[in-house]
């Protein structure tokens, strides 16, 4: 049902490249003020001054200990951020579904119930083997939605959306069904099954990267198939684009990225679905450009997320996947509106 | 089947389908329903009898009817007062209120999916019973803070869809997301007021009958009390409206004025529901269109969407109760899983015939 307004590749206009290069500016300057907001601010006061001096290494060793520790979960909620988004543009491009999202169509949650199950039942430790186990997880959701979710008649974007938090909500409860019977394998598990960055180091961060690259190099070679695909089908055939193996390979890509992000931070929602809203508002049409600036701002939604997690309420933490859903869901409120008929 | 007993005695054969008592009153009954409702209450309580008796602590049959007319003593008596006679009271209580609010939603926004778990209203009443419990204990009652959340959940859901209750697809979208939000409320009272408990969490998130009280069972027992009078006005108005707005209108049931009485009195079940038992998911959804699917008849069956919730209630109490798989495990993940599976299926099952 969505109306894709396609800009035909080589005929920007030089004012709209020059709006995108400025947006995409503007887009890494806050990247880099969420990345600064994110080493600055924790749940025990720090000053920038206090950063500063840990930088040069003149700061005391309790200081250096306090920001030191906020690196990691800086790095996780960049890698984080990026895959959610970069995977949520995907799947709304390849569905032309405004409401596609890996958080809202179970894909996440997919992914989290494989992970779960092979901790508990099979004895799976590390960051490594959560990334192999979210993958069958989150293929097996994600086709699974595509089943129940399919209607006869074309697609209907509310069928898939319903499918997947029917999906979802039956994960869930298997979930909570197993952590909560098994409280000391899940000890470490507690605040991933919200989806939390913090408490994780760089191993976690090392066993996602391989995941994290393949999705995103795949995304970024398709950027040009998806403008195709954008034509509809017939269209896209002629322009030499393979619609199958396009969808195939995008949707291969998203859930790359889904499941990479759910083993190393939990099932976050929302990220996937707010980021491509913002990015097509800013960037148009064009999937190479929405995919890029996807790679930006979802890092800095992700860090924004998890500053306000951590300073709202002081010393404890709030786990960045509630923070995203306060700021995500009103996304998909925002996106109802726009919805047509019984779409 | 009385109908033609109460009309032979008087030696004039009533209409078909009717109970007749005295030639003054003539009341529409289905066979199929009074079959269905006596089928339904037998199951209830054998559900019951089997949450009293079975188990380690459970009371032996041979001494179920003697505690049950008083005679109860040492375990026996503290397992039916304290233990499970509350919890049994309550689960029924709650599954007719559910039951009862998911048909009377449904039948208003005439879709299956409009129904209070879906659209988050649950969700919506769970929050705001959360944060009466956790954040202002004392000042605001439980009761109280689930009605405001539903009543704030529904208001949003009403404003961000644009057209109300009408559109079925905008309502179950704008739902899951304002459903989403309520949930990320009641984490975050969970983790700001009791910080690590993950029984607590899951109780407020998914709802649950542990350790319920006498005093959560006459909460329960009131809210139906005063609300059923209610409903029982406004179901034939509901009957007559599911013919469509035109025909309603013409035959005199204002569809507008039907509609807003119906959500106002399902809001109301429900929050009392979730503040006895947390935003147990999926029986609001399931009952009715189990109901539906027994009897095969039109109109919002709102007597059997009662029992089956109460039904449903109980069973999934039992399970919770007695299932040796996973230990402890509350209420509302087991309605959540089983519920689900019963959504995907309905999904399933209306592609085939084209509808949504």
Same mark, same amino acid.
């Given at each position: 049902?969505?109306?894709?307004?396609?800009?035909?590749?080589?005929?920007?206009?030089?004012?709209?490249?020059?709006?995108?290069?400025?947006?995409?500016?503007?887009?890494?300057?806050?990247?880099?003020?969420?990345?600064?907001?994110?080493?600055?601010?924790?749940?025990?006061?720090?000053?920038?001054?206090?950063?500063?001096?840990v930088?040069?290494?003149?700061?005391?060793?309790?200081?250096?200990t306090?920001?030191?520790?906020?690196?990691?979960?800086?790095?996780?909620?960049?890698? #984080?951020?990026?895959?959610?988004?970069?995977?949520?543009?995907?799947?709304?491009?390849?569905?032309?579904?405004?409401?596609?999202?890996?958080? *809202?169509?179970?894909?996440?949650?997919?992914?989290?119930?494989?992970?779960?199950?092979?901790?508990?039942?099979?004895?799976?430790?590390?960051?490594?083997?959560?990334?192999?186990?979210?993958?069958p997880?989150?293929?097996?959701?994600?086709?699974?939605?595509?089943?129940?979710?399919?209607?006869?008649?074309?697609?209907?974007?509310?069928?898939?959306?319903?499918?997947?938090?029917?999906?979802?909500?039956?994960?869930?409860?298997?979930?909570?069904?197993?952590?909560?019977?098994?409280?000391?394998?899940?000890d470490?598990?507690?605040?991933?099954?919200?989806?939390?960055?913090?408490?994780?180091?760089?191993?976690?961060?090392?066993?996602? *990267?391989?995941?994290?690259?393949?999705?995103?190099?795949?995304?970024?070679?398709?950027?040009?198939?998806?403008?195709?695909?954008?034509?509809?089908?017939a269209?896209?055939?002629?322009?030499?684009?393979?619609?199958?193996?396009?969808?195939?390979?995008?949707?291969?890509?998203?859930?790359?990225?889904?499941?990479?992000?759910? #083993?190393?931070?939990?099932?976050?929602?929302?990220?996937?679905?707010?980021?491509?809203?913002?990015?097509?508002?800013?960037?148009?049409?064009?999937f190479?450009?929405?995919?890029v600036?996807?790679?930006? #701002?979802?890092?800095? *939604?992700?860090?924004?997320?998890?500053?306000?997690?951590?300073?709202?309420m002081?010393?404890?933490?709030?786990?960045?996947?509630?923070?995203?859903?306060?700021?995500?869901?009103?996304?998909?409120?925002?996106?109802?509106?726009?919805?047509?008929?019984?779409? | 089947?009385?109908?033609? &007993?109460?009309?032979?005695?008087?030696?004039?054969?009533?209409?078909?389908?009717?109970?007749?008592?005295?030639?003054?009153?003539?009341?529409?009954?289905?066979?199929? $329903?009074?079959?269905?409702?006596?089928?339904l209450?037998a199951? =209830?309580?054998?559900?019951?009898?089997?949450?009293?008796?079975?188990?380690?602590?459970?009371?032996?049959?041979?001494?179920?009817?003697?505690?049950?007319?008083?005679?109860?003593?040492?375990?026996?008596?503290?397992?039916?007062?304290?233990?499970?006679?509350?919890?049994?009271?309550? @689960?029924?209580?709650?599954?007719?209120?559910?039951?009862?609010?998911?048909?009377?939603?449904?039948?208003?926004?005439?879709?299956?999916?409009?129904?209070?778990?879906?659209?988050?209203?649950?969700?919506?009443?769970?929050?705001?019973?959360?944060?009466?419990?956790?954040?202002?204990?004392?000042?605001?009652?439980?009761?109280l803070?689930?009605? =405001?959340?539903?009543?704030?959940?529904m208001?949003?859901?009403?404003? $961000?869809?644009?057209?109300?209750?009408?559109?079925?697809?905008?309502?179950?979208? @704008?739902?899951i997301?304002?459903?989403?939000?309520?949930?990320?409320?009641? &984490?975050?009272?969970?983790?700001?007021?009791?910080?690590?408990?993950?029984?607590?969490? !899951?109780?407020?998130?998914?709802?649950?009958?542990?350790?319920?009280?006498?005093?959560?069972?006459? !909460?329960?027992?009131?809210?139906?009390?005063?609300?059923?009078?209610?409903?029982?006005?406004?179901?034939?108005?509901?009957?007559?409206?599911?013919?469509?707005?035109?025909?309603? &209108?013409?035959?005199?049931?204002?569809?507008?004025?039907? +509609?807003?009485?119906?959500v106002?009195?399902?809001?109301?079940?429900?929050?009392?529901?979730?503040?006895?038992?947390?935003?147990?998911?999926?029986?609001?959804?399931?009952?009715?269109?189990?109901?539906?699917?027994?009897?095969?008849?039109?109109?919002?069956?709102?007597?059997?969407?009662?029992?089956?919730?109460?039904?449903?209630?109980?069973?999934?109490?039992?399970?919770? &109760?007695?299932?040796?798989l996973?230990?402890?495990?509350?209420?509302g993940?087991?309605?959540?899983?089983?519920?689900?599976?019963?959504?995907?299926y309905?999904?399933?099952?209306?592609?085939? +015939?084209g509808?949504?």
């Open positions: 049902m969505a109306t894709v307004t396609h800009v035909p590749p080589g005929s920007a206009s030089h004012r709209g490249t020059a709006r995108r290069v400025f947006a995409m500016i503007a887009g890494l300057a806050v990247l880099v003020l969420a990345v600064a907001a994110s080493v600055v601010f924790g749940s025990s006061t720090t000053s920038v001054g206090d950063v500063a001096d930088l040069s290494g003149t700061a005391d060793a309790e200081i250096t306090i920001v030191e520790s906020r690196y990691p979960r800086t790095a996780l909620g960049v890698l #984080a951020g990026l895959c959610l988004a970069v995977a949520g543009t995907l799947m709304q491009g390849v569905t032309r579904n405004h409401l596609a999202e890996p958080g *809202l169509l179970g894909i996440n949650a997919g992914a989290s119930a494989s992970i779960v199950t092979a901790t508990a039942f099979w004895g799976a430790t590390g960051s490594t083997a959560a990334m192999w186990w979210a993958l997880g989150a293929l097996v959701a994600g086709v699974a939605v595509q089943i129940i979710g399919s209607s006869g008649s074309g697609r209907s974007q509310v069928r898939l959306v319903l499918a997947g938090a029917v999906l979802s909500a039956v994960l869930m409860a298997y979930i909570q069904a197993v952590t909560l019977t098994k409280p000391q394998v899940f470490s598990y507690r605040y991933w099954v919200v989806g939390a960055l913090g408490g994780r180091d760089f191993d976690v961060l090392l066993s996602m *990267l391989p995941f994290a690259g393949a999705g995103l190099l795949l995304a970024l070679l398709l950027g040009h198939s998806l403008n195709a695909l954008a034509l509809g089908d269209t896209a055939a002629s322009l030499g684009a393979n619609p199958w193996a396009v969808r195939t390979g995008g949707l291969f890509a998203a859930t790359l990225l889904s499941a990479a992000a759910t #083993a190393a931070v939990g099932p976050i929602a929302f990220v996937g679905l707010a980021v491509p809203h913002i990015v097509r508002a800013v960037v148009g049409a064009d190479r450009w929405q995919i600036f996807s790679a930006v #701002a979802g890092p800095s *939604l992700m860090l924004a997320a998890d500053v306000v997690g951590r300073v709202v002081r010393p404890q933490e709030l786990m960045v996947g509630i923070v995203t859903a306060f700021v995500g869901a009103p996304a998909l409120l925002i996106a109802v509106r726009r919805m047509r008929g019984n779409a | 089947m009385t109908s033609t &007993q109460a009309g032979g005695r008087t030696g004039q054969s009533g209409p078909k389908g009717f109970l007749v008592v005295r030639r003054a009153v003539a009341v529409p009954v289905r066979r199929v $329903s009074v079959f269905t409702a006596l089928a209450l199951l =209830i309580v054998a559900g019951s009898v089997a949450t009293l008796s079975l188990g380690r602590l459970g009371i032996p049959l041979a001494e179920l009817g003697e505690a049950l007319t008083g005679g109860a003593e040492g375990k026996n008596a503290f397992v039916l007062e304290r233990l499970r006679g509350p919890r049994l009271v309550v @689960a029924m209580g709650t599954g007719c209120a559910l039951g009862l609010s998911g048909a009377l939603f449904q039948s208003a926004t005439r879709n299956p999916l409009g129904s209070p778990d879906v659209i988050g209203l649950g969700a919506g009443a769970g929050a705001g019973a959360a944060f009466a419990a956790l954040m202002l204990p004392g000042t605001v009652s439980v009761p803070g689930a009605l =405001i959340g539903g009543v704030l959940a208001a949003l859901v009403y404003v $961000s869809t644009g057209t109300g209750f009408r559109n079925p697809a905008r309502l179950v979208v @704008a739902g997301g304002v459903a989403a939000i309520c949930a990320a409320v009641t &984490q975050y009272v969970v983790y700001a007021m009791k910080r690590d408990s993950a029984a607590e969490l !899951t109780a407020y998130v998914n709802g649950s009958l542990d350790s319920r009280s006498w005093e959560d069972a006459t !909460t329960i027992g009131l809210v139906l009390l005063a609300v059923v009078p209610f409903t029982a006005l406004v179901a034939r108005r509901l009957s007559v409206g599911e013919m469509g707005d035109d025909i309603s &209108q013409g035959l005199g049931a204002d569809p507008r004025s039907t +509609k807003t009485y119906a106002v009195l399902a809001i109301v079940l429900s929050a009392g529901a979730v503040s006895v038992a947390g935003p147990i998911a999926f029986i609001a959804l399931t009952a009715p269109q189990i109901a539906k699917r027994i009897t095969r008849a039109s109109g919002p069956h709102l007597l059997l969407a009662s029992l089956t919730g109460a039904l449903l209630m109980v069973a999934a109490d039992l399970c919770a &109760q007695q299932l040796p996973f230990e402890d495990l509350p209420v993940i087991y309605t959540m899983a089983i519920g689900g599976a019963y959504l995907g309905l999904l399933t099952r209306e592609r085939r +015939k509808a949504l």
